[in-house]
């Protein structure tokens, strides 16, 4: 039990923790024991921290740090932000531009609590999404093409956690954000 003081385990939540009712208390149980242990339990997910916290308080999840918005933001377990990656205001900008060349589309803008609405700001993450897996697919390319210096772009079909699947989401977030570079940083 002693190399398991030095162990983390890193979770997404959406369709990881959660996939149905019963799975997620089976899986706070061990979380819990997981912790009590000595081990330390990190969540990383593409959710907002509203939205994370709202889950860990409905099912008591107990965690180390949450790794929020795709990995743009670290939080500890008081719920201090301890990292940020933002998208600056010009690239912002920019993305918005190209994005209101599209139809079918619905953009949500996000800061390190929840969406947003835009005032010229720094983002933690811009999500799109519709119901046209192909228009997906070409904004992920054509903006992973535009700004890859930048941003990174990547589709998800968050309509297989639901019972709705008739839409795919893009989330942009800063290059040096995302869930992987997150937990390098950790």
Same mark, same amino acid.
């Given at each position: 039990?002693?190399?398991?003081?030095?162990?983390?385990?890193?979770?997404?939540?959406?369709?990881?923790?959660?996939?149905?009712?019963?799975?997620?208390?089976?899986?706070?149980?061990?979380?819990?024991?997981?912790?009590?242990?000595?081990?330390?339990?990190?969540?990383?997910?593409?959710?907002?921290?509203?939205?994370?916290?709202?889950?860990?308080?409905?099912?008591?999840?107990?965690?180390?740090?949450?790794?929020?918005?795709?990995?743009?933001?670290?939080? $500890?377990? &008081?719920?201090?932000?301890?990292?940020?990656? #933002?998208?600056?205001?010009?690239?912002? @900008?920019? /993305?918005?531009? =190209?994005?209101?060349?599209?139809?079918?589309?619905?953009?949500?803008?996000?800061?390190?609590?929840?969406?947003?609405?835009?005032?010229?700001?720094?983002?933690?993450?811009?999500?799109?999404?519709?119901?046209?897996?192909?228009?997906?697919?070409?904004?992920?390319?054509?903006?992973?093409?535009?700004?890859?210096?930048?941003?990174?772009?990547?589709?998800?079909?968050?309509?297989?956690?639901?019972? $709705?699947? &008739?839409?795919?989401?893009?989330?942009?977030? #800063?290059?040096?954000?995302?869930?992987? @570079?997150? /937990?390098?940083? =950790?």
């Amino acid at each position: 039990m002693n190399n398991l003081k030095k162990q983390i385990v890193f979770s997404d939540y959406d369709g990881t923790i959660y996939i149905t009712e019963e799975n997620m208390l089976t899986n706070v149980k061990s979380i819990k024991e997981y912790r009590n242990s000595g081990g330390k339990f990190v969540i990383v997910t593409g959710r907002s921290k509203t939205s994370v916290s709202n889950v860990i308080k409905q099912y008591n999840i107990p965690y180390d740090y949450i790794i929020s918005n795709n990995g743009a933001v670290i939080y $500890n377990s &008081d719920m201090q932000k301890i990292y940020e990656e #933002s998208i600056s205001i010009d690239i912002s @900008n920019k /993305i918005i531009e =190209y994005l209101n060349t599209k139809e079918n589309i619905e953009v949500f803008f996000y800061d390190d609590e929840d969406k947003v609405k835009y005032h010229n700001q720094k983002l933690l993450k811009l999500r799109i999404k519709t119901s046209d897996y192909k228009l997906a697919q070409n904004i992920e390319d054509e903006i992973n093409s535009m700004f890859n210096e930048y941003i990174k772009a990547h589709s998800a079909f968050p309509g297989m956690y639901y019972d $709705n699947h &008739d839409f795919v989401i893009v989330d942009i977030v #800063s290059v040096n954000a995302g869930k992987e @570079n997150a /937990i390098k940083k =950790y």
